[in-house]
């Protein structure tokens, strides 16, 4: 074997190995590691009997809308669209409260655990269902990154996943 096959070959293994473990990794966060729709931990003792006496009813949604300090052309656009979505979708539950549209830089001191909290990685939309101060659950919408080049596929995800969370809070 030369040594230009031997490159070659070290290169070819290397590549497979790298395209193996990726696949790996997307399957085992798509199937696996549901951590994007998170249930509230669970509480103490005392709190849950607290909260048996006091149910928390969602009364609100905040669509959350994360970026950092760089924004590309694409960033741009997944806030708009967001945006677009969230408002002119549910111009009625905007104006009552039942649904907030935030846009929030995590990379200033006071947003920063929000990367943890919803363990960002990246530009995220996030669905926040609450209940007075307290997040019952949340969802992070990832399909953002692959459908943003469709305007209209785009903003019917979102608002089909706002209309989910909007079903739950009660007025």
């Known amino acids: 074997m030369t040594g230009n096959t031997?490159?070659?070959?070290?290169?070819?293994?290397?590549l497979l190995l790298f395209v193996a473990g990726s696949v790996g990794y997307l399957f085992a966060k798509?199937?696996?590691w549901r951590r994007s729709?998170?249930?509230?931990?669970?509480?103490?003792?005392?709190a849950v009997l607290a909260e048996k006496?006091?149910?928390?009813?969602?009364d609100r949604v905040v669509a959350y809308y994360f970026h950092g300090d760089f924004r590309c052309a694409t960033c741009r656009k997944l806030e708009e669209?967001?945006?677009?979505?969230?408002?002119?979708?549910?111009?009625?539950?905007?104006?009552?409260?039942?649904?907030?549209f935030a846009?929030?830089?995590?990379e200033r001191p006071e947003n920063r655990h929000f990367?943890?909290?919803y363990s960002l990685v990246s530009k995220?939309?996030?669905?926040?269902?609450?209940?007075?101060?307290?997040?019952?659950r949340f969802k992070n919408l990832n399909l953002i990154w692959q459908l943003v080049g469709s305007r209209e596929t785009f903003i019917n995800y979102v608002q089909g996943e706002a209309k989910k969370f909007l079903a739950e809070v009660k007025r």
Not at 103 to 106: A, D, E, F, K, L
Not at 124 to 136: F, M, P, T, Y
């Open 6 to 14: 031997a490159v070659k070959t070290f290169f070819r293994v290397a």
């Open 30 to 32: 798509e199937y696996g």
């Open 37 to 46: 729709e998170a249930p509230v931990p669970a509480a103490a003792p005392s």
């Open 53 to 58: 006496t006091t149910p928390a009813t969602p």
């Open 81 to 100: 669209y967001s945006r677009v979505a969230i408002e002119e979708g549910f111009p009625a539950e905007l104006k009552d409260g039942r649904l907030s």
């Open 103 to 106: 846009v929030v830089n995590i």
């Open 115 to 117: 990367i943890r909290d």
């Open 124 to 136: 995220s939309v996030v669905l926040s269902l609450k209940a007075g101060d307290r997040e019952l």
